[in-house]
């Protein structure tokens, strides 16, 4: 079993007010192509109606897709995408499955192993039609669930479509003053031609859907080759009010040349 270590900035008064983590470990995927042949599957869905779709959009369903059931998280079940190859009408599209976990100065992914999703075009809908990979019962039923429209082409760029809230353990330094939110942003669309910065902002709320505060990250490149499309995790500490944070919101917009 593989661990990858991402270092971190022990929280302080001063990272408390600021951005604390962008990828300290460097990209999770250095290649895009599949390092080890994809095996045959055992089962097969029912006949399906398919026809070739953009390639770009086969890789923005399944992060999507992944996202949706809970499998980008930073904090738990963290699927980063690998690639794809096709196999007559489907697509196999393949993930390096992790468990991640917190510790006071760092975090720590142990690689579980690589997961298999098998999408085909149904109509006009794409959709899942096989799993391979380390996730519950309930997460397969909901990514046999997941549809997608296929249209003509993505607009190029990041979507964050998963952020999580978590607080910090009570007996970690300055655990009463700040809480952290970390999203994977994912590359959507045609692949850059150069790699452009980004500017990620993260909003959080509340209970009642209220805004209670917002920050910038630092930037991230655009994704240049097949394997970039989800290769970095951002990280925003803020400081604790009275009114605790219970989820967030993400965008990314590219950075104007100064």
Partial sequence: MEARTCKR???????????????????????????????????????????????????????????????LNPDGALYVYRGFETEG?????????????????????????????????DGRDLRVIEIKGPMSAQQQRSLRAYRERTRPIDKPGFEMPAPVVSYPRPEWPH???????????????????????????VTVFDEDGDQIGTKKSSQVRAATKEGERSNAIVGLAFKRGDVPAVSAKASCEKTPLP
């Fill in 89 to 121: 009408p489907e697509w196999v599209v393949q993930f390096s499955a992790s468990r991640c976990f917190d510790t006071p100065t760092r975090e720590t992914c142990r690689r579980l192993e690589r997961a298999l999703l098998t999408i085909v075009e």
């Fill in 175 to 201: 655990s009463s003053e700040y809480f952290k939110v970390e999203a994977v942003p994912l590359w959507i669309g045609p692949l850059s031609s150069a790699p452009a910065s980004h500017t990620c902002t």
């Fill in 9 to 71: 900035l022990l929280p302080t008064l001063a990272a408390v007010a600021a951005l604390f983590l962008l990828v300290a470990c460097g990209p999770l995927v250095r290649d895009a192509s599949l390092s080890e042949s994809i095996p045959p599957h055992a089962e097969k869905a029912d006949d399906v109606v398919s026809r070739p779709a953009p390639r770009h959009r086969i890789a923005s369903f399944a992060m999507r897709a992944v996202a949706d059931v809970g499998l």
